[in-house]
């Protein structure tokens, strides 16, 4: 096994001018994956270090992580439930390599248990979105609001736990992820313009109209109304005012890999708005594994 000692020299190697050496060098340090991944972020924070050096170190820095995100996303392609969690913190690290994966657990469950102790076995499904909505919205304080739409810190699932503000599909995320794992039947719906959430319901009945809903779901979910509720006719007024034929997709829950490919969207946007070129090839690679 390389010592750190190695790894390092190899990574001080990148300064070198030799093309025919750097291409030995990168495969050698690309081998080593996350144990020189250390070495390659400090030579980044290294104001004496070569623009080469730099250069260099950056592009091999985005392959490991690229290929490390591919992999854990291409096992969860091919998994039986598709933990929708693990897909949204395994494209987190493709640009937050520091994302700590227990440190997202510990805060979702933290989120889960507060949420617990206030539900029971006797609340209505509205009075239960309504203690969804107090928790989060008022008791965490997450806030959720159509500025964050481009930027990245807030897609990033870490840092909207610890902030508590964060684009709407990422709150919306966890919120059904919480939710869920409530046994509260919560889930996203592939929506144009906006993020909504379906509360669904096992008698096919509309909160509002106390009809049958043909998509079995109780009632909608808008996470940037702080959880306002809304039915099936709303959604289709919305329709017709931005001029968008009615899908029966938008009115139903859609698959976790839909809403993960929703979440990598995101990513791009917020991508194209920063001019980051190198990040658009990856989400490029990682569309292709979904």
Known sequence: MMSNRKRKA???????????????????????AQLIEPFL?????????????ISRASEILQAIRLDAVSNELLT?????DKDLLK??????????STLDDALVLQHME???????????????AFEQVKILNHMFFEVHGFECTESFQRDLAHLN????LTEKKGNPLIIGLIYSIIANWLEVPI??????????????DENNTSLFSESESEYGVLFYINPIGNGIVFDEQEIRSFLKQIEIEPERKFFEPTSNTTLINRYLLAFEEAFQFKGDTACLQALSQIKAIL
């Open 110 to 124: 933290a989120l889960r248990k507060d949420v617990w102790l206030e539900l029971n076995d006797y609340q209505t």
């Open 157 to 160: 699932i870490g840092t909207v």
């Open 10 to 32: 190899l990574v001080d190697l990148l300064e070198d001018p030799d093309e025919r050496i750097y291409l030995v060098i990168k495969q050698v340090i690309k081998a080593e």
């Open 41 to 53: 972020v400090e030579v980044l924070s290294n104001e004496s270090a070569g623009i080469r050096q």
């Open 76 to 80: 969860w392609s091919t998994s039986a």
């Open 87 to 96: 897909a949204i913190v395994a494209l987190n690290k493709l640009v937050d």
């Open 187 to 200: 889930y996203g719906v592939d929506f144009p313009k906006i993020f909504i959430l379906a509360r669904m």
